[in-house]
């Protein structure tokens, strides 16, 4: 029989009188990623560290290959769960080299000197490291200090990765270039993941299902993929991807803007009632290209993106943003239009 990676069950945890975890439950299968986001105090490190060993639940379950981690008859401490943490702050041992960094959590565990040395040269080459290996911390630059992090956990050989926002630190080039290369990695050794980042563009970048989290529950649990084109709600639809919302009534396959009574066709099949119409930036056309899916609205501004302009649109209280081709004068009237297959409308 095998089992999940990960399972949490009714996973509760409180901090100050506040629930920080709502009776959480989440399965990771062997070699998966998966990526929780979520706004600040949404519970995502909370969850994390519950399951690293740093911080105790109040109720539920936890088990890591089948075997019970935590629960109220039984607690793995945190040094036995053999679960890898890289943090954002990289945690190494300033006085020692890297390939010290990398041995010394070998040693602690009593393994052999030849094992040790196998596990470290291998994780020195997977990582690149090999030819920095006798540097200390000071003399290596941020990206690199996070390399090391990322080759010591892999040196451990954990059941479990867990990575606390582990690029937030770098800057956005370096971080979008360790980012490929540490996935790169983890992908190439079969790691099962967990990656908290409050960087949606990174967590859908990394990860096979991405858990959106919000008040200490996850509202949707589904490849980013599928995330994208159907939020399951509001929140998502406003938390991912710079979707804006547009106020409205549905009515079967039909959406009537609240603020000027526009209607536009859907493909979310048959609603009714006050519902919220969502738009992704890179589903915004000419008014020619769909004339029965017409909107129009105010500029606010606009702004250059390199490939588009992001142009913010008003539409009754509704602040809209769409990728034009070219830059719009703010006050002016902007006719724009929307496919019906993209055009996903929510109860509101």
């Known amino acids: 029989m095998t089992h999940a990676a990960l399972e949490c069950t009714s996973l509760t945890k409180s901090l100050g009188g506040k629930i920080v975890l709502n009776t959480l439950d989440v399965s990771v299968a062997p070699g998966e990623v998966v990526a929780l986001v979520g706004a600040s105090g949404s519970g995502k490190s909370t969850l994390l560290r519950s399951i690293a ?34 943090f954002q702050d990289y945690a190494l041992w300033p006085h020692m080299s890297v390939r010290q960094n990398l041995s010394f959590g070998l040693e602690v565990r009593g393994l052999q000197k030849a094992e040790i040395r196998k596990r470290v040269d291998h994780a020195l080459e997977i990582t690149q490291l090999g030819a920095l290996a006798n540097r200390r911390p000071s003399e290596l630059s941020g990206g690199q200090q996070q390399r090391v992090a990322i080759a010591r956990c892999l040196a451990m050989r954990p059941r479990l990765l867990l990575l606390d926002e582990p690029l937030s630190n770098l800057d956005a080039a370096l971080r979008d270039d360790l980012r490929s290369e540490m996935m790169r990695l983890i992908r190439a050794e079969g790691m099962t993941a967990v990656y908290v980042t409050h960087d949606q563009v990174e967590a859908m970048a990394v990860s096979d299902r991405l858990a959106v989290m919000d008040h200490g529950s996850i509202v949707q649990f589904a490849a980013p993929q599928s995330i994208y084109a159907a939020p399951a709600n509001a929140f998502v639809a406003r938390f991912l991807g710079g979707f804006s919302l547009i106020s409205g009534t549905a009515s079967d396959d039909r959406f009537s803007v609240a603020a000027n009574g526009a209607t536009l066709n859907h493909s979310s099949g048959r609603l009714s009632g006050q519902a919220m119409l969502v738009v992704r930036p890179e589903d915004g056309r000419p008014a020619s290209e769909y004339p029965g899916n017409n909107l129009t609205g105010e500029v606010v501004d606009s702004a250059f993106h390199g490939r588009c302009w992001r142009v913010h649109v008003r539409v009754g209280s509704d602040l809209i943003r769409i990728d034009w081709p070219r830059s719009e004068r703010p006050g002016s009237a902007l006719a724009f239009s929307l496919p019906p297959e993209c055009c996903t409308v929510l109860p509101a």
Do not use: F
Request: proline content about 6%; overall charge negative; aromatic content about 2%.
């Open 53 to 86: 060993g740093l911080i105790l639940p109040d109720a539920g379950e936890i088990r890591i290959q089948g075997e019970t981690v935590w629960s109220k008859k039984a607690t793995v401490p945190a040094e036995e769960r053999n679960v890898g943490l890289v």
